[in-house]
């Protein structure tokens, strides 16, 4: 079992930036593939969260093309934390964040991750 805790959101104007957090309980956090997730306002159902990007076991990488270039997901195994750093932050970038987790294989679809957060809010203004 893995338990997941988000942190960082909040309001920013456009161009700007936010770091998010994700802190994780376990001792094999280093095996999980660690995903970032978003649901925009009124997508409240599980299908419609929108993959962000995830990071390996292996530290590889990958992020979906609306936030290629901008978002960078890191990890740090000794903190047993995830990281998404997001920059140059648009309208519509705002959205519950989630953090999610599955153990070593990578993913892009919400069902394949079996741990989540509870989410933390970021609000991009125009």
């Known amino acids: 079992q893995v338990q997941l805790v988000e942190s960082g959101g909040g309001l920013v104007q456009a161009g700007g930036s936010l770091r998010l957090s994700c802190s994780a309980s376990g001792r094999t956090f280093s095996m999980y593939t660690m995903g970032w997730f978003r649901q925009a306002p009124g997508k409240e159902r599980e299908k419609e969260r929108e993959f962000v990007g995830f990071i390996d076991w292996n530290d590889g990488t990958y992020y979906a093309d609306s936030v290629k270039g901008r978002f960078t997901i890191s990890r740090d195994n000794a903190k047993n934390k995830v990281y998404l750093q997001m920059n140059s932050l648009k309208p519509e970038d705002t959205a519950v964040y989630y953090c999610?987790?599955?153990?070593?294989?990578?993913?892009?679809?919400?069902?394949?991750?079996?741990?989540w957060g509870q989410g933390t809010q970021v609000t991009v203004s125009s």
């Open positions: 999610a987790a599955r153990l070593a294989e990578s993913g892009s679809q919400a069902y394949e991750y079996p741990y």
